[in-house]
């Protein structure tokens, strides 16, 4: 069973920067980062293969970056030039094996991490 540890949320004003992590305890195909307002989907926000190849929600694109830092087997996420409408909680993604359908589909992920608060004020 993979687990996911995240950290990294907080509460910023807006402009403000954040990097969230997520430490994985097994090897994975794939990654991603949801994140989930209150009333609304979760929505994918940015994922990675397992050959490096990286996806960007548009809303996010440009702002965010995703880095692996494969030592640690650890997933990070850097945020800038935050806005009030990312404000979510945000979740951590994994799949162990073979990763089916898009990078931004929920089910193509597994394992899900506990979730960290990300706030930004305007």
């Known amino acids: 069973q993979v687990q996911l540890v995240e950290s990294g949320g907080g509460s910023v004003q807006a402009g403000g920067s954040l990097r969230l992590s997520c430490a994985a305890s097994?090897?994975?195909?794939?990654m991603g980062w949801f994140r989930q307002a209150p009333g609304k989907e979760r929505e994918a926000v940015a994922g990675?293969?397992?050959?490096?190849?990286?996806y960007y929600a548009a809303s996010v694109k440009g702002r965010f970056t995703l880095s692996q830092d494969n030592t640690k087997n650890t997933l990070y996420l850097q945020m800038n030039s935050l806005k009030p409408e990312d404000t979510a909680m945000y979740y951590c993604?994994?799949?162990?094996?073979?990763?089916?359908?898009?990078?931004?589909?929920?089910?193509?992920?597994?394992?899900w991490g506990q979730g960290t608060q990300v706030t930004v004020s305007a």
């Open positions: 097994g090897d994975t195909y794939c």
């Open positions: 993604a994994a799949e162990r094996y073979r990763c089916a359908y898009a990078w931004s589909v929920v089910d193509r992920y597994s394992y």
């Open positions: 990675i293969e397992k050959n490096g190849f990286r």
